[in-house]
């Protein structure tokens, strides 16, 4: 009996479509790989104004992670996961103020950083890999979706360069105690620190923001001078204490 498959090369685009729609997937699994390999290369023969109008859909089942790759899977999970806590972490702290040396190059950083993880990922998704063909498989508009891609680096790096690296400077630094007299001005939000004063630039630290009690909210006036301790390293400052300057 022949077991051998259509030959799906000399199948247009609309006859490859018909045939996923009607293929048993489960029965024939590697018939239904090779259908969509094949669906995704008609696709991409196609002139650029006939894909703005196409609207097929790719199926619903991904080629699983290969064996050799599911370390790096795991690793760069990883790795997103603990940079988003470690960035929440750390932004809502409202105790540390970072220096301000270090601030004047943290754009500087995220640009260059967010370049050279964006080209490192277009490198990957322009190779043939098991990524890229589920991302075309998942998504009609991928091409579309990859533009965000410098955004969302940009967004995971600013904070974790902004606020986590600093802090985990100034815990490992030998630090002082400290204090040092800014000005500031008092706000409230729903989430997060309710009450709170935001400080301005001084004394080679950023502007930031520190929580208070609503106590101290209602007694101090809703701006002017502020005095501020904690312990000072070269990465910036923790603040323990703060007080009103009359």
Request: a negative charge.
């Amino acid at each position: 009996m022949n077991q051998q498959g259509p030959d799906f090369q000399s199948y247009s685009l609309e006859e490859l479509e018909d045939a996923l729609s009607q293929l048993d997937r489960e029965r024939f699994p590697e018939r239904f790989v090779e259908l969509q390999e094949w669906l995704v290369k008609r696709r991409d023969e196609q002139p650029e104004s006939e894909k703005a109008m196409e609207d097929a859909y790719y199926g619903e089942a991904l080629e699983p992670v290969p064996e050799e790759n599911k370390l790096w899977v795991w690793f760069w999970q990883g790795l997103l996961i603990g940079v988003l806590v470690l960035d929440m972490l750390v932004m809502f702290r409202q105790g540390y103020i970072p220096a301000a040396w270090w601030g004047e190059w943290v754009f500087t950083q995220v640009l260059v950083y967010t370049i050279a993880l964006s080209g490192a990922f277009y490198a990957f998704v322009s190779k043939d890999n098991f990524f890229s063909r589920n991302l075309k498989r998942r998504s009609r508009s991928w091409r579309f979706l990859l533009a965000f891609v410098p955004l969302l680096f940009a967004m995971f790096l600013f904070p974790f360069i902004n606020y986590v690296i600093p802090a985990a400077g100034h815990e490992l630094a030998t630090y002082n105690r400290y204090e040092y007299t800014t000005t500031s001005k008092l706000k409230t939000r729903r989430k997060g620190c309710h009450y709170r004063a935001d400080l301005d630039a001084a004394e080679g630290l950023t502007s930031s923001t520190i929580c208070i009690t609503k106590r101290d909210y209602d007694s101090m006036a809703p701006s002017g001078k502020i005095e501020v301790a904690g312990h000072r390293s070269m990465w910036g400052l923790t603040v323990t204490a703060y007080r009103e300057v009359p």
